[in-house]
Nanobody, 114 residues
Framework: QVQLVESGGGLVQAGGSLTLSCAAS????????MAWYRQVPGKQRELVAR??????SYAEAVKGRFTISRESAKNTVYLQMISLKPEDTAVYYC?????????WGQGTQVTVSS
C-alpha cells in the first residue's frame, strides 16, 4: 500500500503560478509511471502530465505552461504550473503506478480567478 499526500493548491489570479507536490510513503524510484490528473465537477478526470521511463508527456491544454518533475530522494513528484488560466481550475490528483497497483492521492484544489 502506498499513501500519497498532495499539497500546494490554492487560489491564484490568472497569469499566476503554483507548484503542487505529491509526497509518497514509499520510494518512487520503482514506480513505473508518475502522473498528475485533474477533475472538475460533472466531468471525467483527465490526464494533465505524466512521466514514464524518463519520458514526459502533457495534455495539449497545458503544454508549455506545466512541468512535471520528481525528486526521488524525497519520494516527491511535483507539478509546476505557470501562466495559469481560469480553465485550469480543478481538483488535482497525483497518481503513481507500481507493478502491484495504481495509487491516488486525496486531491488538492486549484482555483484560478479571472
Amino acid at each position: 500500500q502506498v499513501q500519497l499526500v498532495e499539497s500546494g493548491g490554492g487560489l491564484v489570479q490568472a497569469g499566476g503560478s503554483l507548484t503542487l507536490s505529491c509526497a509518497a510513503s514509499r520510494s518512487i524510484f520503482s514506480a513505473n509511471a508518475m502522473a498528475w490528473y485533474r477533475q472538475v465537477p460533472g466531468k471525467q478526470r483527465e490526464l494533465v502530465a505524466r512521466i514514464s521511463n524518463g519520458v514526459r508527456s502533457y495534455a495539449e491544454a497545458v503544454k508549455g505552461r506545466f512541468t512535471i518533475s520528481r525528486e526521488s530522494a524525497k519520494n516527491t513528484v511535483y507539478l509546476q504550473m505557470i501562466s495559469l488560466k481560469p480553465e485550469d481550475t480543478a481538483v488535482y490528483y497525483c497518481n503513481l503506478e507500481y507493478d502491484e497497483g495504481n495509487y491516488w492521492g486525496q486531491g488538492t484544489q486549484v482555483t484560478v480567478s479571472s
